[in-house]
């Protein structure tokens, strides 16, 4: 029986799936150190509203998990990354501050 190629891993290979777990596991622990799922969640439904700050924020959130499938594919062809996500900077705006920015 032989290895089946997915998204260029081949199956079996414990150590490029565990990377990409790792991956993962960075990309999310560098956001919610700074945004859990539920601010997250209340600053989508701000920004919904009109909320320029919760937009950034959200905003942010997307650049992470962006830069996250960059190199999720970069991992899956073989190329070294870093696991270090703080280059893509702190969240804009304190979460209070967005959440009590007036909106229209």
């Known amino acids: ?3 089946e190629i997915i998204g260029g891993i081949q199956t079996g290979d414990e150590t490029a799936i565990k990377k990409i777990e790792l991956l993962w596991g960075s ?3 560098y956001q919610e150190k700074q945004l859990d799922s539920n601010g997250y ?3 989508r439904f701000k920004a919904s509203s009109g909320g320029e700050k ?3 924020n959200v905003d942010w959130v997307a650049q992470i998990w962006t830069d996250y499938k960059t190199r999720k594919t970069a991992l899956e062809l073989g190329n070294a990354v870093s696991f270090d996500f ?3 900077g702190n969240m804009p705006h ?3 501050d967005a959440e009590q920015e007036p909106t229209s």
């Open 86 to 88: 703080s280059n893509n």
């Open 94 to 96: 304190d979460f209070y």
């Open 27 to 29: 990309a999310k622990e």
């Open 54 to 56: 919760a937009q950034a």
């Open 41 to 43: 969640t209340a600053m």
């Open 1 to 3: 029986m032989g290895q």
